[in-house]
């Protein structure tokens, strides 16, 4: 598994906004794993979420970015997964925590309800947070 491997995943109302962070991605010089939807035309989020959360789980890449319409149901299923840690941000101090106290390894955002400046500073600082371990890694390890 390669750091700088990401994989990327939407339903029909996260397509824009995830077109958006996977140029974001690519131009931080990330292997970006794009696995869908490629389009607007309606599609289940769930079959979107189990992928990406496989592709995780797998070893594909070590972490992901998930949306759907507000992202309440593409991060339920995506917790379906033993080792999956989807975190749904809507802000900054969300992304942030998400990382520094519960180690996310899914960034999971809502495509009709978070802008496009805001989801990008969501992806960089959920880039850029490292775990702070400590008392956070025993609160962790009983999310298994």
Known sequence: MADDAIVIASDHAGFELKEVLRGELESLGFDVHDLGTHNTDS???PDFAHALATAVVDGE???GVLLCGN???ASIAANRHGGVRAALCHDTDAALMCRKHNN????VLGGRVIAPDVAKECLHIFL???FEGGRHTRRVAKLA
Not at 104 to 107: F, H, K, R, S
């Open 61 to 63: 890449a070590p972490r």
């Open 128 to 130: 850029d947070t490292a």
């Open 104 to 107: 996310a390894n899914v960034l």
């Open 71 to 73: 992202g309440i149901g």
């Open 43 to 45: 599609v289940d989020y």
